[in-house]
């Protein structure tokens, strides 16, 4: 069945209303258009109800034309190479922001090209000059180390050469780690990286992909921020982007639009209702020089332990090899019973970080005798930092030095906005 005869014999083009009538029923929608990941016999209408439906078109299958689409809207692929126009280049990963409904499954894919995902918000085109690349259509549960540095170099080159910013649309689920790496691998940077991400798929009605990637371009072509961050749902309604440090930015909570929240401290600034208002310090965007990316990373060694009652002595020695950060309990402990596993591994030249499940709030490792324990064998406190930025930086500290007195003055002190002293 061959689906663009069968819609240009009824007239019908993207964004005009049809009626699909086949012997399962007559369904009305607005007509979607195409993308890279449509199956060639299916016809995607988007409902009254704002979900979109994929039908797969059968020999019985009709088309009608409703009504035509309003002449005044653009087409959704129109591309606007104007000049004067800020360049942003927007850097695909996948995820829920950059991903398509399968209509046979309902499984949700990270597939949708970072063109199709531009096309899909038509206001981008008017704003700025986009400039789209593919890196990888992948969930980010997968992501490693490598990616992080292909993401780091690609977003170095887009900048030095002419973008004004760059869009990376990310899985949320690891968004925070992957911003806290671009943290401490982008030096120099002469605009702003912004990771964006979405809770909810963009055939559903309560999307948030359209306003967050909107107000990721907002930040991108107006804001003068020279760090990586992150730019998300700040409210249940859709009113607030919050632009999140990219080194405390955490998702805290597994389906609500409002998940992300800067860790102890508050956003740098916020996207509301189209205005970009900045709340705290932020690094400028330098004004000269190249972007540098300093990527050497210990990537292998270092692991993350989560403290539970259960713990044993024998994970930790078998776990631990250049480092760990020990995600402890309240100010930051961990069982008495494994004090001795993590003397013999710092014996052995690991390093120890301690941060808290606790998230929020500072580890104190004064205030009772298991985290004074801990300090004495050599334990480092991740302050207030994220779990997550003190793993990243730790593997990224290790990559640089493994002397031990270095090493725990690094992981004291504020490299790039990750902990307050
Ligand atoms: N788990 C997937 C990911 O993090 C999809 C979730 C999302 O994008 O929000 O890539």
Same mark, same amino acid.
Not at 113 to 129: R, T, Y
Not at 149 to 156: G, M, P, Q, S, V
Not at 354 to 367: K, L, P
């Given at each position: 069945?061959?689906?663009?005869?069968?819609?240009?014999?009824?007239?019908? =083009?993207?964004?005009?209303?049809?009626?699909?009538?086949?012997?399962?029923?007559?369904?009305?929608? $607005?007509?979607?258009?195409?993308?890279?990941?449509?199956? &060639?016999?299916?016809?995607?209408?988007?409902?009254?109800?704002?979900?979109?439906?994929?039908?797969?078109?059968? =020999?019985?299958?009709? $088309?009608?034309? #409703?009504?035509?689409?309003?002449?005044?809207?653009?087409?959704?692929?129109?591309?606007?190479?104007?000049?004067?126009?800020?360049?942003?280049?927007?850097?695909?990963?996948?995820?829920?922001?950059?991903?398509?409904? &399968?209509?046979?499954?309902?499984?949700?894919?990270?597939?949708?090209?970072?063109? &199709?995902?531009?096309?899909?918000?038509?206001?981008?085109?008017?704003?700025?000059?986009?400039?789209?690349?593919?890196?990888?259509?992948?969930?980010?549960?997968?992501?490693?180390?490598?990616?992080?540095?292909?993401?780091?170099?690609?977003?170095?080159?887009?900048?030095?050469?002419?973008?004004?910013?760059? #869009?990376?649309?990310?899985?949320?689920?690891?968004? !925070?780690?992957? @911003?806290?790496?671009?943290?401490?691998?982008?030096?120099?940077?002469? !605009?702003?990286?912004?990771?964006? !991400?979405?809770?909810?798929?963009?055939?559903?009605?309560?999307?948030?992909?359209?306003?967050?990637?909107?107000?990721?371009?907002?930040?991108?072509?107006?804001?003068?921020?020279?760090?990586?961050?992150?730019?998300?749902?700040?409210?249940?309604?859709?009113?607030?982007? @919050?632009?999140?440090?990219?080194?405390?930015?955490?998702?805290? *909570?597994?389906?609500?639009?409002?998940?992300?929240?800067?860790?102890?401290?508050?956003?740098?600034?916020?996207?509301?209702?189209?205005?970009?208002?900045?709340?705290?310090?932020?690094?400028?965007?330098? &004004?000269?020089?190249?972007? =540098?990316?300093?990527?050497?990373?210990?990537?292998?060694?270092?692991?993350?332990?989560?403290?539970?009652?259960?713990?044993?002595? =024998?994970?930790?020695?078998?776990? $631990?090899?250049?480092?760990?950060?020990?995600?402890?309990?309240?100010?930051? *402990?961990?069982?008495?019973?494994?004090?001795?596993?993590?003397?013999?591994?710092?014996?052995?030249?690991?390093?120890?970080?301690?941060?808290?499940?606790?998230?929020?709030?500072?580890?104190?490792?004064?205030?009772?005798?298991?985290?004074?324990?801990?300090?004495?064998?050599?334990?480092?406190?991740?302050?207030?930092?994220?779990?997550?930025?003190?793993?990243?930086?730790?593997?990224?500290?290790?990559? *640089?030095?493994?002397?031990?007195?270095?090493?725990?003055?690094?992981?004291?002190?504020?490299?790039?906005?990750?902990?307050?002293?």
């Amino acid at each position: 069945m061959n689906i663009d005869k069968m819609l240009r014999e009824a007239r019908a =083009e993207e964004g005009d209303r049809i009626e699909v009538a086949s012997k399962f029923g007559n369904v009305k929608g $607005v007509l979607m258009p195409k993308t890279a990941s449509t199956s &060639d016999d299916v016809i995607t209408l988007k409902l009254d109800n704002g979900y979109n439906v994929g039908i797969a078109v059968k =020999e019985d299958t009709e $088309v009608r034309l #409703i009504e035509k689409k309003h002449t005044s809207s653009k087409p959704a692929h129109a591309k606007t190479e104007a000049s004067g126009k800020p360049i942003v280049a927007i850097l695909g990963t996948g995820g829920t922001i950059a991903s398509f409904v &399968d209509y046979r499954s309902g499984a949700v894919h990270p597939a949708v090209s970072p063109e &199709d995902l531009a096309a899909s918000v038509p206001q981008i085109s008017e704003l700025c000059n986009i400039r789209t690349k593919m890196l990888f259509s992948m969930l980010s549960e997968d992501m490693q180390p490598e990616h992080w540095r292909k993401i780091a170099h690609e977003a170095a080159n887009e900048l030095n050469s002419g973008a004004r910013a760059v #869009i990376i649309p990310h899985g949320t689920d690891t968004l !925070g780690f992957t @911003a806290a790496a671009l943290s401490f691998m982008l030096k120099n940077l002469t !605009g702003p990286v912004i990771l964006v !991400g979405a809770q909810r798929s963009s055939d559903r009605p309560s999307s948030d992909a359209e306003m967050n990637l909107l107000s990721a371009v907002k930040v991108a072509i107006e804001s003068d921020i020279g760090e990586v961050v992150a730019v998300m749902h700040d409210s249940t309604s859709d009113d607030r982007c @919050a632009i999140h440090r990219g080194c405390k930015v955490r998702k805290m *909570h597994t389906s609500r639009r409002d998940a992300f929240q800067t860790i102890n401290g508050e956003p740098i600034g916020y996207v509301e209702t189209g205005k970009i208002s900045m709340a705290g310090q932020y690094r400028k965007k330098a &004004d000269s020089g190249q972007v =540098e990316v300093d990527d050497k990373m210990d990537d292998e060694n270092i692991s993350m332990i989560l403290s539970y009652p259960g713990l044993g002595a =024998e994970h930790i020695k078998d776990v $631990v090899i250049d480092g760990t950060v020990l995600v402890g309990t309240g100010l930051g *402990h961990v069982s008495n019973r494994i004090l001795p596993a993590i003397k013999q591994v710092i014996a052995r030249g690991a390093f120890v970080v301690m941060a808290s499940q606790c998230v929020n709030g500072r580890v104190n490792m004064n205030v009772y005798s298991t985290g004074r324990d801990l300090l004495d064998l050599g334990v480092v406190s991740a302050q207030d930092m994220t779990p997550e930025a003190a793993y990243v930086k730790l593997m990224w500290v290790l990559g *640089h030095t493994k002397d031990r007195k270095e090493v725990k003055r690094l992981m004291a002190t504020n490299l790039v906005g990750e902990l307050t002293e």
